[in-house]
């Protein structure tokens, strides 16, 4: 055999004889490996993950990673929202740069002390036509959140004989809002139930419900956020007062969280959809 034959097979050994070297390092004398604190299951562990890494497209991984941001705003928006109802933080304290527009009930914001009328432009016996009324006052102000809260004498008075005509009222006013008020973002309350013996005097106030399925869906085809206070409602009918319409002092806290909370509810949204977007 001469030189160069036996130069060549060397060489096509080396990587065999590397290898062999190799396992032996790390399987014959584990105690002076690089990394001692690494034992043999960590050690599997990764190589599995690397693996399970490899079999995952970038798609996979970017929803892994959006699922995770994901649960940390939940939690974060969850430990925001304790605080507020257990009373740590006053929820008053958080409504500042806002405009809030409605009938007589809204009016209890500021009847009872809650809100300042500043900022609350409620009527009694108003309906959404009435928000036209206050524009000029809305662009003055410049809001960053407008609430719209009727819904009682929409209903009651017979304007909109159906729901999609409410809800095609509902529309406009929204597009008026946001051609004047372009950087405001506008949540929509659903209406305040009536209960006995309002039915009495206003038997079109049973169809309440209704309404609000009609604007519930409407704000959620168009990404107009939607404040449901209907539950609160319900669990609280020792907060209405003899009329069946109107609410007691007690009531406005509850409602006041219900509005601030989807304010921060949609802030934690865009944070979301921020995140994903990066």
């Known amino acids: 055999m001469n030189s160069r034959t036996w130069g060549c097979k060397a060489l096509t050994l080396l ?17 002076k ?31 892994k990673l959006k699922a995770i941001r994901q649960a940390e705003l939940d939690e974060k928006r969850d430990e925001w929202l304790a605080k507020l109802r257990s009373g740590e933080i006053s929820v008053w304290s958080l409504f500042d740069d806002y405009a809030m527009l409605g ?7 500021t009847y009872y002390g809650y809100l300042t009328s500043d900022r609350v432009f ?24 407008i609430f719209l809260t009727y819904g009682i004498n929409d209903v009651g008075i017979g304007y909109w004989p159906t729901p ?10 929204l597009d008026l809002l946001k051609e004047n008020l ?7 309350c659903s209406i305040i139930p009536a209960i006995d013996p309002a039915f009495e005097r206003g038997p079109a106030w ?16 168009n990404g107009t956020p939607y404040v449901d206070i ?25 409602w006041g969280i219900e509005l601030i909370s989807e304010v921060y509810n949609y802030v934690f949204v865009l944070e979301s959809t921020d995140s994903a977007a990066e």
């Open 206 to 221: 049973r169809k309440i419900p209704d309404y609000n399925d009609a604007v519930r869906a409407f704000c959620e085809e």
């Open 103 to 109: 009938d007589s009930r809204t009016m209890g914001f």
């Open 122 to 145: 409620a009527d009694s016996g108003a309906t959404i036509e009435k928000v036209a009324d206050h524009l000029d006052e809305l662009i003055e102000l410049n809001p960053s959140s």
């Open 230 to 254: 209907t539950q609160i409602c319900e669990e609280h009918t020792d907060l209405y007062q003899a009329d069946g319409v109107h609410m007691m002092s007690e009531f406005y806290p509850l």
């Open 15 to 31: 990587p065999l004889v590397f290898f062999l070297l190799l396992i032996l390092w790390i399987f014959v004398f584990p105690s």
């Open 164 to 173: 999609e005509d409410y809800v095609n009222k509902m529309s406009d006013t």
């Open 182 to 188: 372009p950087d405001a973002t506008v949540y929509v």
């Open 33 to 63: 490996r690089s990394v001692p604190d690494a034992t043999d299951a960590q050690v599997a562990s990764g190589v599995e993950w690397l693996r399970q890494q490899e079999a995952n497209s970038p798609a996979d991984v970017e929803a």
